[in-house]
């Protein structure tokens, strides 16, 4: 996510190191930078503008302060605007505190809209305690409603359908029953992709609107399709008067300019990205945040949160206790990697790592994940317990359970090894006991 502008952006400070003052002559070339990576990155040419001039206004001249260098003063511009591009006072859901809130979701075709719906009714259930159902509403789309009843049963969330009518109304107005009947709290309609010059079914949305009395209307953009979600997003606000943005995709998009041009556009906040295919891979949209991962800096906050919702905590306080005590055993490890695997992709973590940028050469190879995993369930409880009673024999009839070579067995016992004797060493020192509170 955003790894072309974090590339690009990462050198604009070059021309400024060194200087006393950040002037008008030696700002022009970083502005200068900053306008051809914005716009490599797909953003909108008069969003582009716009920010380059404001960030001008406020750099040229600008006093540095004593405890900053001119290019971090500089990059702290760049920060400060991009926030307030992307940010907004209402980024929260506007729930209905007298009755039962309603979400349609709307966009193009292929978009992500019903596997959104089903991310968003998970994140309202398991974050926000709500009791939400989910309105099977696409009648366009063949095997929608299959689908949306499929995701709703993988996370225990109740679908509505009616496959025996294509009569929009009847079946908002069923749903709807069956939420009060229910008692939800929260309704979220999944409705047919459509194309805001398709007069026929965007007068069908509106009435979707209107009977459910809708308290969010959610554009739901594919952020890999660049400046067509832009204008498309502009152009669907200006039909139904849309609430807010959910960006989905955001995991295979390398440029992110639909992220920093759709808010700009269309007046409306980014309320979710979507930023991966599980249900759990949904974020509320944080300006500061996403533009710390824009600009190098990380997202620890972010990292600390995906850790809280994964990790076990009695099985983290039970590894932290065996560290200090240099007992850990490979069974140990084992659910620390399950664990450490349930956050996402390594390359997605070191991104929300300050300086995680400056690390993208590093090669990291998922799959040897796996093949660690493996290698461990092909050993006794006993090996696991007591690795140093794993002989040659023992190592080749696990090299054979794993479907892996024995220098890959070999090379993961030399690698626990050398763990387990650095962090003796660690705790001799006293660095480890520092660490772990």
Known sequence: MFNQLQDRLSNVVKTLRGQGKISEKNVKDAIRDVRRALLEADVNLMVVRSFIDKVQKKAVGEKVLKSISPGQQFIKIIYDEMVSFLGSDDNEINYNNSGITVITM???????????????A??????????????????QRPAAIEQLETLGKNINIPVFSNKKTKDIKRIINEGIAKAKESNSDSIIIDTAGRLHIDDALMNELKEVVEISNSNEIFYVADGMTGQDAVNSSKLFSEKINISGIILTKMDGDSKGGAALSIKEVTGKPIKFIGTGEKISAFELFYPDRIVKRILGMGDVVGLVEKAE????????????QKLLKNKFTLKDFQNQLRQFKKMGSVSDIIGMMPG?????GLSVDEKKL?????IINSMTKEERLNPEIINGSRRQRIALGSGRNVQEVNQLL???????NMIKKMNKKGINKFLLT
């Open 414 to 420: 030399k690698q626990f090894d050398q763990m387990k």
């Open 122 to 139: 998970s994140f309202l259930k398991n974050k926000k305690q709500k009791n939400p159902i989910m309105i099977a509403a696409d009648i």
């Open 370 to 374: 796996v093949w660690i995993d493996a």
């Open 309 to 320: 919702e994964v990790f076990d905590k009695e099985l983290s306080e039970e590894f932290n």
């Open 356 to 360: 995680g940028n400056k690390l993208k």
């Open 106 to 120: 709307v966009g193009l075709q292929g978009v992500g809209k019903t596997t959104s719906c089903a991310k968003l």
